[in-house]
């Protein structure tokens, strides 16, 4: 049986270059991952300038981009797609405020990171980025639809 559309909501998360760097892909995926929301899908990839400009197309003209296209092109990223109920709220919350300085431990920023131009993940922001931030980053046919044996136990009846 399918899940209800409201437990297929789905986010962008990107493991940044920082990160790869200091092999903490594992324990950003530990933490998405025990919190029980699905993978539905993932890649390490070099991103290149046209798929940051769309990604960070909000960001163009701010003063700061040069070095964040930079930084985000400096090595691979993964990217992965987490599916589940409210995942995009929850997810923001997880992942913490933008600059690492002022993030609450407990979050991935405020735990693993100290700078704001070196935050180790992105985030999406609404349903609606993250539906338009997915489709930047994977094709259609590269998202897994597969029911997890465990949703009685994550979300009851
Ligand atoms: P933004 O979309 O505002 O934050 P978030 O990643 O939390 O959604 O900014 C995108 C990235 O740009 C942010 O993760 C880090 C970088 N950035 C800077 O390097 N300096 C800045 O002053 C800001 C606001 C962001």
Redesign the pocket.
């Known amino acids: 049986v399918a899940a209800p559309p409201e437990l297929q909501e789905k986010t962008l998360v990107l493991v940044k270059p920082d990160a790869v760097q200091r092999r903490l892909v594992g324990t950003v995926i530990q933490r998405f991952e025990r919190r029980g929301f699905k993978l539905v899908a993932m890649k390490l990839l070099q991103a290149d300038r046209g798929l940051l400009d769309k990604h960070?197309q909000?960001?163009l003209q701010?003063p700061?981009y040069p070095?964040?296209l930079a930084?985000m092109t400096s090595g691979p990223v993964v990217a992965m797609v987490w599916e589940g109920y409210n995942v995009v709220r929850s997810t923001r919350a997880m992942?913490g405020?933008?600059?690492s300085a002022v993030a609450a431990a407990g979050t991935i920023r405020g735990d693993l990171s100290m700078h704001?131009?070196r935050?180790v993940v992105?985030?999406s922001?609404s349903v609606e980025t993250a539906q338009r931030e997915i489709s930047f980053w994977f094709q259609r046919d590269e998202l897994v639809a597969w029911e997890s044996g465990d949703r009685d136990y994550t979300y009851g009846p």
């Open positions: 960070y909000e960001l701010k700061f070095s964040l930084y992942v405020d933008t600059d704001i131009s935050n992105h985030a922001d």
